[in-house]
Nanobody
């Protein structure tokens, strides 16, 4: 079993930055791909960013490309999401997720473990 705990959310003005962290416990996540998803009020949860088990091949939703950066520190069992140039439309609950496989995926169903989420609110 893997437990994921997100932190770093909050309220920020448009144009600002936040750094989300996802700490894993229970077992090492070094071999599995990790992803960040978000859910805006009244909308379905959507993929934001993902990174393979080795830390290579990060990839992003088009809406955040060039503004967000996903990274991982396997020694700390932690994944990060650096969010810059935030926009009001980035508002939502951000979830960290972990796969058993090392390959990337944008599909929610491919992720076995999920955190409880952290709220990000961007004011205009």
């Amino acid at each position: 079993q893997v437990q994921l705990v997100e932190s770093g959310g909050g309220l920020v003005q448009a144009g600002g930055s936040l750094r989300l962290s996802c700490a894993a416990s229970g077992r090492a996540i070094s071999s599995g791909a990790m992803g960040w998803f978000r859910q805006a009020p009244g909308k379905e949860r959507e993929f934001v960013a993902g990174i393979s088990g080795s830390g290579g091949m990060p990839y992003y939703a088009d809406s955040v490309k060039g503004r967000f950066t996903i990274s991982r520190d396997n020694a700390k069992n932690t994944v990060y999401l650096q969010m810059n140039s935030l926009k009001p439309e980035d508002t939502g609950v951000y979830y960290c997720a972990a796969r058993d496989r090392s390959s990337n995926s944008r599909r929610e169903d491919d992720y076995r473990y999920w955190g409880q989420g952290t709220q990000v609110t961007v004011s205009s």
